[in-house]
Protein backbone atom coordinates (compact mmCIF):
# COMPACT_ATOMS: atom_id res chain seq x y z
CA UNK A 1 0.00 0.00 0.00
CA UNK A 2 1.16 3.96 -0.82
CA UNK A 3 1.35 5.51 2.67
CA UNK A 4 0.58 9.10 2.32
CA UNK A 5 2.39 11.54 4.58
CA UNK A 6 1.14 15.19 6.02
CA UNK A 7 2.55 17.80 7.85
CA UNK A 8 1.77 19.09 9.97
CA UNK A 9 -0.72 18.33 11.75
CA UNK A 10 -2.22 21.69 12.46
CA UNK A 11 -1.48 25.39 11.44
CA UNK A 12 -2.52 28.47 12.76
CA UNK A 13 -1.98 31.28 9.94
CA UNK A 14 -3.28 35.55 10.41
CA UNK A 15 -5.68 35.82 8.37
CA UNK A 16 -3.99 37.23 4.71
CA UNK A 17 -0.87 34.67 5.31
CA UNK A 18 0.49 32.06 3.37
CA UNK A 19 -0.40 28.52 4.43
CA UNK A 20 1.28 25.55 3.42
CA UNK A 21 0.76 21.65 3.49
CA UNK A 22 2.44 19.10 2.75
CA UNK A 23 2.17 15.83 1.02
CA UNK A 24 4.65 12.84 0.81
CA UNK A 25 3.76 9.86 -0.76
CA UNK A 26 5.78 5.98 0.24
CA UNK A 27 6.70 5.42 -3.57
CA UNK A 28 5.85 7.58 -7.10
CA UNK A 29 2.15 8.21 -8.12
CA UNK A 30 3.23 9.75 -11.22
CA UNK A 31 1.94 7.94 -14.35
CA UNK A 32 4.45 7.56 -16.92
CA UNK A 33 1.06 7.42 -19.84
CA UNK A 34 0.15 10.44 -19.43
CA UNK A 35 3.04 12.51 -17.08
CA UNK A 36 0.76 13.34 -14.75
CA UNK A 37 0.74 12.60 -10.66
CA UNK A 38 -2.45 11.18 -9.52
CA UNK A 39 -2.52 13.18 -6.31
CA UNK A 40 -5.85 15.01 -5.23
CA UNK A 41 -6.25 17.79 -2.52
CA UNK A 42 -9.29 18.30 -0.41
CA UNK A 43 -10.91 20.72 1.94
CA UNK A 44 -13.50 19.11 4.14
CA UNK A 45 -15.32 21.17 6.53
CA UNK A 46 -17.48 19.51 9.72
CA UNK A 47 -20.85 18.30 8.93
CA UNK A 48 -19.87 17.87 5.20
CA UNK A 49 -18.37 15.79 2.72
CA UNK A 50 -14.27 16.66 0.97
CA UNK A 51 -14.40 19.18 -1.63
CA UNK A 52 -12.32 18.74 -4.32
CA UNK A 53 -9.65 21.84 -4.91
CA UNK A 54 -6.94 20.14 -7.01
CA UNK A 55 -6.43 16.70 -8.53
CA UNK A 56 -3.53 15.54 -10.75
CA UNK A 57 -1.70 17.27 -8.27
CA UNK A 58 -1.76 20.63 -9.81
CA UNK A 59 -5.52 21.31 -11.70
CA UNK A 60 -7.44 23.70 -9.80
CA UNK A 61 -11.01 22.35 -9.57
CA UNK A 62 -13.78 24.49 -11.27
CA UNK A 63 -14.56 27.02 -9.42
CA UNK A 64 -11.95 26.77 -6.73
CA UNK A 65 -10.69 30.20 -5.89
CA UNK A 66 -6.79 30.91 -7.14
CA UNK A 67 -5.57 31.51 -3.98
CA UNK A 68 -5.14 27.64 -3.88
CA UNK A 69 -2.57 25.82 -5.56
CA UNK A 70 -0.77 22.56 -5.86
CA UNK A 71 2.57 21.75 -6.56
CA UNK A 72 5.18 18.82 -6.87
CA UNK A 73 5.46 15.31 -8.34
CA UNK A 74 6.93 11.84 -7.64
CA UNK A 75 6.69 11.35 -3.76
CA UNK A 76 6.42 15.05 -2.33
CA UNK A 77 3.67 17.06 -2.68
CA UNK A 78 3.01 20.69 -1.50
CA UNK A 79 -0.86 22.85 -1.06
CA UNK A 80 -0.63 26.50 -0.91
CA UNK A 81 -3.18 28.76 0.23
CA UNK A 82 -1.56 31.64 -1.03
CA UNK A 83 -3.50 34.12 1.64
CA UNK A 84 -5.98 33.04 4.12
CA UNK A 85 -9.53 33.67 4.21
CA UNK A 86 -11.40 32.87 7.41
CA UNK A 87 -13.72 30.37 5.16
CA UNK A 88 -10.41 28.49 4.61
CA UNK A 89 -10.76 27.21 8.14
CA UNK A 90 -10.78 23.27 7.69
CA UNK A 91 -9.20 19.75 7.62
CA UNK A 92 -7.42 19.33 4.16
CA UNK A 93 -6.63 15.96 2.96
CA UNK A 94 -4.45 14.53 0.46
CA UNK A 95 -4.76 11.58 -1.58
CA UNK A 96 -3.28 9.34 -4.02
CA UNK A 97 -5.30 7.48 -7.00
CA UNK A 98 -2.16 5.57 -8.43
CA UNK A 99 -2.93 2.34 -7.22
CA UNK A 100 -5.26 0.53 -5.00
CA UNK A 101 -6.43 0.71 -1.96
CA UNK A 102 -6.67 4.38 -2.46
CA UNK A 103 -5.16 6.12 0.31
CA UNK A 104 -5.60 9.28 2.49
CA UNK A 105 -2.97 11.51 4.31
CA UNK A 106 -4.07 11.70 7.89
CA UNK A 107 -5.29 15.29 7.63
CA UNK A 108 -4.11 19.12 8.20
CA UNK A 109 -6.26 21.49 10.54
CA UNK A 110 -6.10 24.94 9.57
CA UNK A 111 -7.11 27.42 11.91
CA UNK A 112 -6.99 31.08 12.66
CA UNK A 113 -3.92 32.96 14.59
CA UNK B 1 -23.93 17.49 -14.44
CA UNK B 2 -22.17 15.01 -12.28
CA UNK B 3 -24.07 13.62 -9.56
CA UNK B 4 -23.90 10.67 -7.26
CA UNK B 5 -26.90 9.90 -4.56
CA UNK B 6 -26.20 7.74 -1.86
CA UNK B 7 -29.08 5.86 0.47
CA UNK B 8 -29.56 2.91 2.38
CA UNK B 9 -27.80 3.80 5.61
CA UNK B 10 -29.05 3.80 9.25
CA UNK B 11 -29.16 2.51 12.38
CA UNK B 12 -28.03 -1.19 12.60
CA UNK B 13 -27.28 -3.72 15.63
CA UNK B 14 -24.03 -5.30 16.26
CA UNK B 15 -23.81 -8.45 13.45
CA UNK B 16 -27.03 -6.89 11.56
CA UNK B 17 -26.52 -6.00 7.58
CA UNK B 18 -27.66 -2.87 5.24
CA UNK B 19 -27.10 -2.43 1.65
CA UNK B 20 -26.41 0.89 0.44
CA UNK B 21 -26.95 2.11 -3.30
CA UNK B 22 -25.42 5.02 -5.36
CA UNK B 23 -27.36 6.74 -8.02
CA UNK B 24 -25.12 7.93 -10.49
CA UNK B 25 -25.83 10.23 -13.68
CA UNK B 26 -24.12 13.01 -15.95
CA UNK B 27 -21.66 10.71 -17.06
CA UNK B 28 -21.23 6.99 -18.74
CA UNK B 29 -21.41 5.01 -15.49
CA UNK B 30 -21.38 2.08 -17.55
CA UNK B 31 -17.77 3.16 -18.60
CA UNK B 32 -16.21 3.96 -15.42
CA UNK B 33 -15.21 1.88 -12.30
CA UNK B 34 -16.97 2.87 -9.09
CA UNK B 35 -15.50 3.14 -5.53
CA UNK B 36 -17.10 3.01 -1.98
CA UNK B 37 -14.38 5.14 0.63
CA UNK B 38 -15.57 5.72 4.57
CA UNK B 39 -15.45 8.12 7.13
CA UNK B 40 -15.64 7.38 10.42
CA UNK B 41 -16.76 10.11 13.16
CA UNK B 42 -13.52 12.39 13.84
CA UNK B 43 -11.64 10.59 10.98
CA UNK B 44 -9.90 10.67 7.79
CA UNK B 45 -11.77 9.14 4.90
CA UNK B 46 -10.87 5.28 4.26
CA UNK B 47 -11.11 3.55 0.92
CA UNK B 48 -13.13 0.67 1.31
CA UNK B 49 -14.06 -1.16 -2.35
CA UNK B 50 -13.65 -0.89 -6.14
CA UNK B 51 -15.68 -2.29 -8.99
CA UNK B 52 -14.74 -2.59 -12.72
CA UNK B 53 -16.81 -1.35 -15.14
CA UNK B 54 -19.27 -4.29 -16.22
CA UNK B 55 -18.93 -5.86 -12.62
CA UNK B 56 -16.44 -8.52 -13.13
CA UNK B 57 -13.41 -7.33 -10.96
CA UNK B 58 -13.91 -6.35 -7.47
CA UNK B 59 -11.18 -5.38 -4.75
CA UNK B 60 -11.77 -4.84 -1.04
CA UNK B 61 -10.08 -3.24 2.51
CA UNK B 62 -8.81 -5.98 4.20
CA UNK B 63 -11.17 -4.64 7.03
CA UNK B 64 -14.13 -5.58 4.91
CA UNK B 65 -12.97 -8.74 2.81
CA UNK B 66 -15.69 -11.17 3.42
CA UNK B 67 -18.07 -9.30 4.54
CA UNK B 68 -18.87 -6.21 2.21
CA UNK B 69 -20.08 -7.34 -1.25
CA UNK B 70 -19.43 -4.68 -4.14
CA UNK B 71 -21.93 -5.12 -6.76
CA UNK B 72 -23.31 -2.71 -9.89
CA UNK B 73 -26.47 -2.74 -12.07
CA UNK B 74 -25.74 -0.69 -14.97
CA UNK B 75 -29.04 -0.35 -16.52
CA UNK B 76 -30.27 1.48 -13.76
CA UNK B 77 -26.75 3.52 -13.36
CA UNK B 78 -26.68 2.38 -9.69
CA UNK B 79 -23.57 0.93 -7.58
CA UNK B 80 -24.26 -1.21 -4.32
CA UNK B 81 -22.49 -1.85 -1.20
CA UNK B 82 -24.09 -5.06 0.59
CA UNK B 83 -22.66 -4.67 4.21
CA UNK B 84 -22.83 -8.18 6.36
CA UNK B 85 -22.00 -9.06 10.17
CA UNK B 86 -21.94 -5.56 10.90
CA UNK B 87 -19.60 -4.12 13.42
CA UNK B 88 -19.35 -1.01 15.80
CA UNK B 89 -15.81 -0.34 14.30
CA UNK B 90 -17.64 -0.20 10.67
CA UNK B 91 -19.76 3.03 12.12
CA UNK B 92 -18.73 5.67 9.47
CA UNK B 93 -20.35 8.07 6.89
CA UNK B 94 -20.20 5.87 3.53
CA UNK B 95 -19.46 7.84 0.12
CA UNK B 96 -19.67 6.76 -3.40
CA UNK B 97 -17.00 8.24 -5.29
CA UNK B 98 -16.45 8.04 -9.40
CA UNK B 99 -12.46 9.05 -10.43
CA UNK B 100 -13.42 9.71 -13.69
CA UNK B 101 -11.13 10.98 -16.11
CA UNK B 102 -8.63 12.18 -12.80
CA UNK B 103 -11.22 14.38 -11.45
CA UNK B 104 -12.52 12.98 -8.55
CA UNK B 105 -16.69 13.13 -7.54
CA UNK B 106 -18.22 12.68 -4.22
CA UNK B 107 -21.30 11.90 -3.03
CA UNK B 108 -22.79 13.52 0.08
CA UNK B 109 -23.04 10.08 1.93
CA UNK B 110 -25.00 8.06 4.05
CA UNK B 111 -24.45 7.85 8.02
CA UNK B 112 -24.35 3.61 8.67
CA UNK B 113 -24.25 3.45 12.85
CA UNK B 114 -23.81 -0.09 14.31
CA UNK B 115 -25.00 0.26 17.75
CA UNK B 116 -27.19 -2.24 19.79
Known amino acids: DIVMTQSPDSLAVSLGERATINCKSS????????????LVWYQQKPGQPPKVLIYWASTRESGVPDRFSGSGSGTDFTLTISSLQAEDVAVYYC?????????FGGGTKVEIK | EVQLVESGGGLVQPGGSLRLSCAASGFTFSSYYMHWVRQAPGKGPVWVSRINSDGTSTTYADSVKGRFTISRDNAKNTVYLQMNSLRAEDTAVYYC?????????WGQGTLVTVSS
Open chain 2, 97 to 105: AWFGGGNPY
Open chain 1, 27 to 38: QSVLYSSNNKNS
Open chain 1, 95 to 103: QQYYNIPLT
